[in-house]
Every structure is written in C-alpha cells, then in structure tokens.
C-alpha cells in the first residue's frame, strides 16, 4: 500500500514540475520578445520613433527559458522512470 502513495506523489511531483517549467518559459520567451523594445517612445519630427529607454531583458528570458526546459526534463523523466 505504501509503494502507490510513493508513486502518486511522484508522478504529481513530476506533473507539477513540469507545469513550473512550462510556466517559466512561456515567462522567458516573453522577456525575449520585450528585449530591445521601447518603454516610453514617442514620435519625432521626421516621422522617427524615439525611445528613451530600453528593456533589457534578453539575459534574464534565457535563464528563464533554460531553467524551465530543465524543469520539464526533470519532471517528464521523473514521471516515465517511475516505476
């Protein structure tokens, strides 16, 4: 009886891993797409667009994307290599 509590834990460990994971890269690729763009732009006299500042987020979405893949790695092995 103990050993199927023991799997079920598991395998909701291994889905809530992989739920985190799933969450933290859709965060990541979204400060991917942000990197770069504008936060208070306006338009200049010759129809240019201005901004005088700039996200900077490129470094913290990859972490992002990175920690969430391995996070499902984790989780889909942890959910298939149980026994």
Do not use: K, Q, W
């Amino acid at each position: 009886m103990s050993g199927s509590g023991h799997y079920r834990t598991v395998r909701i460990a291994a889905v809530a891993a992989m739920t985190a994971g799933v969450l933290a890269m859709a965060a990541g690729a979204g400060l991917v797409y942000l990197d770069g763009r504008g936060t208070d732009c306006e338009y200049a006299m010759a129809g240019n667009r201005v901004c005088f500042r700039l996200y900077d987020t490129r470094a913290t979405g990859l972490g992002s994307l990175t920690g969430g893949m391995a996070l499902v790695g984790v989780g889909v092995f942890a959910f298939f290599a149980t026994p």
